[in-house]
């Protein structure tokens, strides 16, 4: 190490603060308890106007305390990490472990080849010893144009990876590269670079060119062997393995100018059958893990999605300082990086940013034992994904696989590994049970990282000012909806399964611990209490019944300052984080329209499921948008365009709420009614017109708008009628 004396590799500190915000929490908590307090004592007799409305509103606000109460588990220890990469690289420079990393895709229309490979060149081009790098890309669609696409990749790698490190590329993804790349003030480099431009536009010519027709060229076909193994491909479920390694770092093949080595590279599409269940996203990653096992055995796995490249040429190295420190390294199992998006609105039109997760949230876990592990953007141990449980005693040796001499061909390779992809390898193993990601749930990434906390060991959050991984976010709101829809019914079936972190992992892991998990896990019962919120006081605000403190009672003073406090808190947390003030109100729309609509029907789905009415699910996020479409995302319209079970609830609620606004205005302004309003009905009045004023975007799209982005006129004449409904019905029958 070159001297005795121990420097750590990475520092951790807590966030400054931290008495004042747990002051301002146990105060937030006493005025909670006496607005129960209040609901409890003044329960309206029987046979009194609004007494199970008030009763009502007295579970869904035990519910929101209660629910605030855990989520203040992922704020109560906040911490932030830095790394030595100075320190790293003067002990271990010549003793760096091999990395393998796993990019996977599985739909060629939803997710183009084009974007995949720059995911792919942007991972291969990490400084990092390239030798001891390994890329695999997982193609769950079993497409030759995606295999087309990387074997184009392979072969303009040989000029952009050694461009990369003579010029230190960031981003080195060729796309975000060359869009946000100036002229270069060098010559040398000015020259170069017209030369990468020019190679990279003909292969993505070659590659769209491709896709557009749905095959690939003949003349491509007959030259590239690798081709063959479609010969036997019937469809997207029903293939043989399809391993190619397309680069391999052992070969002296593999140099390229001035004795640059090209990281291995491998295509990997595993075998499916109708028959047999492929286990979604879960299945590709332990056939990856089994495959790399073989060819190069990585004690470090990297797992990005296709659509998340490399922003930061350093982060295996950032990765390395949390497992590699002598003394503080022995029980991290992952590392996990945020998920940032590059195509993010200014003002976050549909809170896909997910901005205080990643800056506040999974900083507190990482102060209780850790952040979930979310798919993406995360270096894993190899053993410890392979079910290792955490001793006191265990020591990693990173070289143990650096010295192992591999003597096969790589046909031989091939052939060897093809085995482990099979469809029935899995079956009556430990695999997706105790080995490799776990099995039978949509979010099977939190569920694995989950079980391997409970078997002892802790992940580390790292949130480094240039962000590691940029991906791409959804651009439509029924995308984010469903989105959100199978992340909280995954979190939700987490809660009822072997690992719940309700129970499995009591003991396990801390109870503060716990406790954040459980928030998310908990996403989509919100559903529920926020409904309510959102209908029943607004229909009796329209019947004039008071279901709050008048304005002159003092159990007026702890509503008042729950919902102040609460608002002007989030609302200081946001604009912290790096957000605007306009952005935090499309998170408060978001707020809103998830719970009401995702969690809702996530919440019913689980259910169903649990009874054996239902199977799990797994949808793919779309990665392209047509043109008027992002068009009108850069200019922050939301996008509807769709009629779908959601948008009808959505639209019914809004209307709703309107109906009663206009009503109580016009009691108020026609009778005699503006000083009842504002002595006995002004907490209902306030939250029925923020709940209007939120909605503004979606009665636009009912009413006022005229571009495909807009609501169908059908979906609106039934929500109208459903308004109308609930309001007439509730006004004559209450």
């Known amino acids: 190490m070159g001297s005795d004396e121990y420097l750590p590799l990475f520092e951790t500190k807590r966030a400054k603060g931290r008495f004042l915000y747990r002051l301002f929490v146990i105060s937030m908590f006493v005025a909670i308890c006496l607005i129960w307090i209040h609901r409890v004592c003044y329960i309206p007799i029987k046979g009194e106007d609004g007494r199970w409305g008030w009763i009502g509103l007295l579970v869904a606000e035990l519910w929101f305390g209660l629910y605030w109460v855990l989520t203040q588990a992922q704020r109560w220890n906040q911490v932030y990490r830095s790394t030595f990469k100075d320190r790293l690289s003067k002990r271990y420079e010549k003793e760096l472990p091999k990395v393998d990393i796993f990019v996977c895709t599985a739909d060629p229309v939803i997710e183009p080849p084009v974007m995949v490979i720059n995911t792919v060149l942007s991972v291969m081009a990490y400084d990092y010893p390239p030798e001891n790098l390994s890329v695999y890309l997982s193609d769950d669609g079993g497409s030759n144009i995606t295999?087309?696409?990387l074997l184009e990749a392979s072969h303009f790698a040989k000029h952009w990876l050694p461009y990369c490190k003579k010029f230190k590329v960031v981003p080195s993804s060729p796309a975000a590269y060359l869009i946000s790349k100036d002229d270069p003030?060098?010559?040398?480099?000015?020259?170069?670079l017209l030369i990468i431009k020019k190679l990279y536009e003909e292969m993505e010519n070659r590659i769209e060119n491709a896709a557009k027709l749905g095959r690939v060229p003949e003349e491509v076909l007959s030259k590239h062997k690798g081709f063959s193994q479609w010969d036997s491909y019937s469809s997207q479920r029903d293939h043989d393995t399809i391993l190619q390694i397309l680069i391999d770092g052992r070969d002296p093949n593999a140099k390229v100018r001035d004795g640059f080595v090209l990281p291995t590279l491998v295509y990997l599409a595993r075998e499916k059958r109708p028959q047999h269940h492929h286990n979604f996203k879960a299945?590709?990653?332990?056939?990856?893990?089994?495959?790399?096992?073989?060819?190069s055995n990585g004690p470090i796995i990297l797992n990005v999605d296709c659509d998340m490249y490399s922003n930061n040429s350093q982060s295996v190295r950032d990765a390395l300082c949390f497992f590699m420190d002598e003394e503080k390294s022995h029980d991290v199992a992952f590392v996990q990086f945020p998920q940032n998006l590059k195509n993010v609105t200014r003002n976050e039109l549909y809170d896909a940013a997910l901005r205080v997760i990643s800056e506040v949230e999974f900083h507190g876990l990482d102060g209780c034992g850790g952040p979930l592990y979310v798919g993406t953007g995360c270096f894993h141990r190899r053993?410890?994904?392979?079910?290792?449980?955490?001793?006191?005693?265990?020591?990693?040796?990173?070289n143990s696989e650096n010295d192992i001499k591999r003597e096969e061909s790589v046909h031989e390779l091939e052939q060897k590994s093809k085995g482990l992809a099979?469809?029935?390898y899995d079956k009556n193993t430990q695999w997706g049970k105790e080995m490799g990601l776990l099995y039978g749930c949509p979010v099977e990434d939190v569920i694995?990282?989950?079980?391997?906390?409970?078997?002892?060991?802790?992940?580390?959050?790292?949130?480094?000012?240039?962000?590691?991984?940029?991906?791409?976010?959804?651009?439509?709101l029924p995308d984010v909806l469903v989105q959100h829809k199978r992340w909280s019914e995954g979190d939700l079936q987490i809660l009822f399964s072997r690992y719940s972190p309700a129970w499995y992992a009591h003991g396990k892991i801390s109870l503060v611990h716990q406790m954040g998990y459980c928030a998310y896990c908990l996403w989509a019962p919100n559903c529920w209490a926020t409904l309510y919120y959102t209908v029943i006081p607004s229909l009796y605000l329209l019947k004039g019944i008071s279901l709050f403190p008048q304005i002159s009672s003092p159990w007026f003073i702890p509503f008042a300052?729950?919902?102040?406090?609460?608002?002007?808190?989030?609302?200081?947390?946001?604009?912290?984080c790096g957000g605007t003030i306009l952005g935090w109100w499309n998170h408060q729309r978001m707020w809103l329209y998830k719970r009401t609509s995702s969690y809702l029907f996530a919440f019913m789905d689980t259910?169903?499921?649990?009874?054996?009415?239902?199977?799990s699910g797994f949808v793919i996020s779309t990665k392209v948008a047509d043109q008027d479409v992002s068009q009108r995302y850069e200019k922050e319209i939301m996008e509807f365009g769709t009629s779908t079970p959601m948008f009808t609830i959505l639209s019914t609620l809004a209307l709703i709420n309107l109906v009663c606004f206009i009503g109580v205005v016009k009691e108020a302004l026609i009778g005699e009614g503006m000083i009842k309003v504002y002595e006995t009905l002004s907490l209902q009045f306030v939250l029925c017109g923020l709940l209007v004023l939120i909605n503004l975007p979606l009665y636009q799209a009912l009413f006022l708008r005229k571009d495909k982005g807009k609501l169908p006129s059908s979906l609106a004449a039934k929500s109208i009628v459903l308004a109308l409904f609930a309001c007439i019905g509730f006004t004559l029958l209450y």
């Open 147 to 149: 295999y087309y696409a």
């Open 283 to 295: 299945g590709a990653m332990n056939a990856l893990i089994r495959v790399s096992s073989e060819i």
């Open 448 to 476: 694995t990282g989950l079980s391997i906390q409970c078997r002892g060991w802790k992940s580390v959050y790292f949130n480094p000012s240039r962000k590691a991984f940029l991906g791409v976010a959804s651009v439509t």
């Open 607 to 615: 259910f169903l499921k649990l009874l054996g009415f239902a199977e």
């Open 422 to 424: 099979s469809s029935t």
């Open 561 to 576: 300052c729950v919902i102040s406090a609460k608002q002007i808190c989030g609302l200081a947390e946001f604009l912290w």
């Open 185 to 192: 003030h060098v010559a040398n480099q000015a020259k170069e």
């Open 383 to 398: 053993d410890t994904l392979c079910g290792r449980k955490f001793s006191k005693g265990y020591k990693s040796d990173w």
